[in-house]
């Protein structure tokens, strides 16, 4: 398959039950294996994901849905313009995207989360991103969203690539 063609798929990846199977096989099974592969590849030590990294997240199996408890040091950076780097996941399928994720981890499948919810963000760019393996200096202005189905909570809006 083409990249591209791949691409179509992601959107499915990043479903509810994406995130629930990552809840469910990460002692074991397919995605355990691509988390412990994932950790061996290179990981932005941006520090802003330090920040994002420490708000809570908990999974409800009664209701299959995440919730994310930001941290008041994060409640802080609302409505701030922010620098990120990261690895860009599009959720548009094109490879020139304005509607992605950036992560902190390097994709290894498109059929599977990137990584926790406070580890990803959703962006918003002014202009058309290429897609490519390599991580990406964006800036934009943050925001707080509530995305449970899709375990999204961080946005950034009004966003372009800048120099690392």
């Known amino acids: 398959m083409r990249r591209r063609d791949l691409m179509l798929f992601l959107p499915a990846a990043l479903s509810l039950a994406a995130w629930r199977e990552q809840k469910a096989s990460t002692t074991d099974g397919e995605l355990s294996g691509e988390r412990a592969f994932q950790r061996t590849l290179p990981r932005s030590s941006d520090p802003l994901w330090v920040k994002l990294r420490q708000c809570k997240v908990r ?66 760019s002014l202009k058309a991103v290429a897609w490519n393996d390599k991580p990406l200096t964006i800036e934009g202005q943050f925001k707080l969203i509530s995305n449970p189905e899709m375990g999204v909570f961080f946005s950034m809006t009004n966003a372009k690539p800048v120099k690392a």
């Open 59 to 124: 999974y409800n199996a009664k209701t299959a849905l995440y919730s994310l408890t930001p941290t008041d040091e994060v409640k802080a950076l609302i409505g701030q313009t922010l620098k990120v780097r990261g690895f860009i996941i599009p959720l548009d399928g094109l490879d020139l995207t304005k509607h992605f994720l950036i992560g902190i981890n390097t994709p290894v499948c498109l059929f599977h989360p990137p990584g926790e919810p406070n580890e990803v963000i959703e962006v918003r």
